[in-house]
C-alpha cells in the first residue's frame, strides 16, 4: 500500500518544509486538493501553487480536482505539473471523452465518487481508468470522520478490478487514520491519502510509518 499526503492540511505559510518533510518520511505521491467554492463549499489551490511546486520535490504531484465542469480546467493543471489528475463523476456528463483528454496528454486519469455515489456510474469505463479515488467522507474539508459504509464499496471495486484483470489503482481519500487505515487496507485499498492523520503530526516519518503499518525501524 501507498501513501499520498494531502497538502490541504499543510502549513500554507510553511508549504516547501511540509512538502520535504513528508518526501523525507517516505511518502509515494503528493495529494493535491483543489476546490471551487461550488461543487464543494470550500475554496483552496490553484494551478500556480502546483507549478510552484513543479522541480522543488521529487514527488509525483497527484491533483485531485473537486471542481464543477472540470474538463475546462484539464490543461491548466496538465500544464503546471500534475502526473495525476482525477475529477468527480458527480460533475462530468462526458466521462469517457474527459478520461481520454488527460491520458492523451500523458497524465494518469482518474475519477473521484463520493460517498453516495454507486460503482455502477463507472461500471463502463473501468478499463479506461489508471485510478479510481473512493472518498469515504463527503469532500470539502480536512479532518472529517471516516464513514464507514464506503468499506463495503471498496470491497466491491476491488473485486470487479480483479475479475478483468484490471491494472486500475484503487486510491481512498478521506479520515484515513491509525484505525482506519488497517480496515482499508484489508479492503483491497492500493493507495491512501492523508491529510490530518499526516500533517497534524509533528514527526512526519512516524506518522507515514504507522499508516503504513510499517515497523519504526525502517
Ligand atoms: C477531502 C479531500 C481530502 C482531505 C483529506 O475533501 O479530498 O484529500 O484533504 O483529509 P483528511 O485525511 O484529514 O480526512
Ligand atoms: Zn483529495
Redesign the pocket.
Known amino acids: 500500500m501507498k501513501i499520498a499526503p494531502?497538502i490541504?492540511?499543510a502549513d500554507f505559510g510553511r508549504l516547501l518544509e511540509d512538502v520535504e518533510s513528508v518526501e523525507k518520511a517516505g511518502a509515494h505521491m503528493l495529494?493535491i486538493?483543489v476546490m471551487d467554492g461550488h461543487f464543494?463549499p470550500n475554496i483552496t489551490i490553484g494551478p500556480v501553487v502546483i507549478q510552484s511546486l513543479k522541480g522543488r520535490t521529487k514527488l509525483p504531484l497527484d491533483v485531485?480536482l473537486?471542481i464543477e465542469q472540470p474538463e475546462r480546467y484539464f490543461d491548466e493543471f496538465i500544464q503546471a505539473g500534475a502526473s495525476a489528475l482525477s475529477f468527480h463523476v458527480e460533475a462530468c456528463v462526458h466521462l469517457h471523452k474527459a478520461i481520454h483528454e488527460i491520458k492523451e496528454k500523458g497524465v494518469r486519469a482518474g475519477v473521484g465518487l463520493n460517498p453516495g455515489t454507486a460503482l455502477t456510474s463507472i461500471e463502463y469505463i473501468l478499463p479506461d481508468l489508471d485510478f479510481v479515488v473512493v472518498?469515504t467522507?463527503n469532500?470539502?474539508?480536512?479532518?472529517?470522520a471516516f464513514i464507514p459504509s464506503v468499506l463495503s464499496k471498496i470491497e466491491e471495486l476491488r473485486r470487479m478490478i480483479d475479475e478483468q484483470n484490471l491494472p486500475t489503482i484503487i486510491s481512498v481519500?478521506?479520515?484515513?487514520n491509525e484505525k482506519t487505515a488497517p480496515l482499508v487496507k484489508k479492503a483491497g485499498v492500493d493507495v491512501i491519502?492523508?491529510?490530518?492523520?499526516v500533517f497534524g503530526q509533528k514527526d512526519r516519518k512516524k506518522a507515514v510509518n504507522k499508516l503504513l503499518g510499517r515497523s519504526q525501524k525502517d
Not at 173 to 176: E, M, T
Not at 193 to 197: D, M, R, T, W
Request: charged share 10%.
Open positions: 494531502s490541504l492540511s495529494h486538493d464543494v485531485h473537486m472518498m467522507v469532500p470539502g474539508f480536512g479532518g472529517q481519500d478521506g479520515g484515513i491519502v492523508a491529510g490530518s492523520a
